[in-house]
């Protein structure tokens, strides 16, 4: 039987332990999530039947704020997959020094097969399964894999009905219109962007000379392949969930992106229609994309997509990881020793949480920011933690996601001893 993902994300947490001065209390502290919510959703469908579908929230820790992390819906998520994204979001709240804990949740359902107003009773039947279990100072949901601003904007609404009072601070990801921050659609690729720039000119690879295949089409993978593009980078390949396309020279991402936004009714909510339907390109699998002879790779789409199965035949030299966990801890062995550096997930998409933290402290304070300011304050929070994490992976010789995990263990150790240890109690 394959590993669970939880135990696969618990092995980075054992190899960074080593580099790391923390009380043994703290880190069995970390090894466990705080509390795991499951419930069953009735929804009323449109043809008159009733559906119950299975959801998940899990508060993995709480200790250096209220929880944070997005809904996903998809038709392969388990509770064993929304703990490991919560346990994720813990370290990534960390790593950039958020006052968050994190948290994460997710339906098992495919909403392309949903109609909008299946999917409209769905997010609030969620709301109202999981009101008792978040609040603007206890956990803090946003958008994941297929949902969007839209289906938050529900949930804000929902949660606001239930507790009589206008709630904008209980969800991010909003639309603009009802709370949302300016930039919060593009945070998770312009994050990724920042870290790109900043560490690019330390393999002394130009854009102009420089290569990148982007695995995923959606929020995260098509603004990132946009920016590179803008950027002068060689966009090669792009694939989404039916297959991918490769050019050479270099493809034409807004023209690719323009295809893809032209399709309207529930394939406008979802940008259903296949990138494999554009023109001037050579077909390739996902799997193809992750092996091409590229010096980027982006994965920006699901988990486990790189694993011991492929990792010896990857030939990228760096790998920027959007996606959550897409690269398994066996493959990250693998590509260690073949000396692919690997900018893990939670550095390298922590933009999306970072402007999520901004759209919430804008809720709260009631005094809202330009696309100028989220920016600007994004770039100095992306910069400003990516380079003690690389000064970290130089000094101990050790892989940029050991160091991200080691400068976020230090940090939630530190939180966590603050509240007393066995030390503490032993010698007082
Ligand atoms: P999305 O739903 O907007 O897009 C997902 C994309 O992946 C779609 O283009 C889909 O077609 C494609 N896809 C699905 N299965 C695939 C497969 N097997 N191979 C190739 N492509 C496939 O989701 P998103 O918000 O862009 O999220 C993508 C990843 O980024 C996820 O791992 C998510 O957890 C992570 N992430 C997103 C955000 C955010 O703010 N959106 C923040 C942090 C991390």
Redesign the pocket.
Known sequence: MSKSLFSDASERLERAMKYVSISEDALEHLKHPKISLSVSIPVRMDNGSLRIFQGYRVRYDDTRGPGKG?V?YHPNVTLDEVQS?AFWMTFKCAVLNLPFGGAKGGVTVNPKELSKLELERLSRGYIDAIADFIGPDVDIP???????PMIMGWMMDQYSIIRRQLTPAVVT?KPITLGGSLG?DT??AMGAFFVMEAMMPKFDLPPQETSVAV????????HIAELLSKASYKVVAV????G?VYCKKGLDIPSIRRFKESQKGIKAL??EDSVCNVVEHEIIS?QE?LTLDVDVLVP????N?ITEANAKDIKAKIIFE?????TTSGADKILEEKGVYVFP?ILV?????TVSYFEWVQNRSGLYWTQQEVNQRLKQKMVGETEPIWQLSQELDISMRTAAYVHALNRLGEAISAKGTRDYYLSA
């Open positions: 997005g996903r994204l946003a958008p994941d894999v297929y949902t969007n990801g919060r945070a998770t695995q995923g089409f959606g929020n995260a993978g098509a694939s989404d969930s039916q991918g979802y940008c996902n994309l920006a789409a699901l988990e997509q959007v996606a959550n966990g897409p997930d998409n922590a933009g999306g949480v």
